[in-house]
């Protein structure tokens, strides 16, 4: 059973950063893709930023130059670093990885908000 946890998440203020971590369970190279999804209250879940198993990184229009997408193999964990935060970038954020099917973490409430 493959699993996901997230943490990193918190209450920041507009124009703050904070980095989420994503550990998995196993190898992450063993995936076709890992990467993080968003919901806000109200709202559908939507994606944020993916990295490939060869390392081909993609990221949401809204979120690039701000949110970088990155992994570290030999801790098996996911990264988003995520720089100069926006209200409207609240949301509980979700980790995934891609195989055959989809794992899902829990996922990690950020709130931004002066």
């Known amino acids: 059973q493959v699993q996901l946890v997230e943490s990193g998440g918190g209450l920041v203020q507009p124009g703050g950063s904070l980095r989420l971590s994503c550990e998995v369970s196993?190898?992450?190279?063993?995936?076709?893709?890992l990467g993080w999804y968003r919901q806000a209250p109200g709202k559908q879940r939507e994606f944020v930023a993916r990295?490939?198993?060869?390392?081909?990184?993609n990221h949401e229009d809204s979120v690039k130059g701000r949110f970088t997408i990155s992994r570290e193999n030999a801790k098996n964990t996911v990264y988003l670093q995520m720089n100069s935060l926006k209200p409207e970038d609240t949301a509980v954020y979700y980790c995934?990885?891609?195989?055959?099917?989809?794992?899902w973490g829990q996922g990690t409430q950020v709130t931004v908000s002066s």
């Open positions: 196993g190898s992450i190279l063993s995936f076709n893709a």
């Open positions: 990295i490939s198993r060869v390392g081909i990184t």
């Open positions: 995934y990885a891609a195989l055959q099917t989809i794992y």
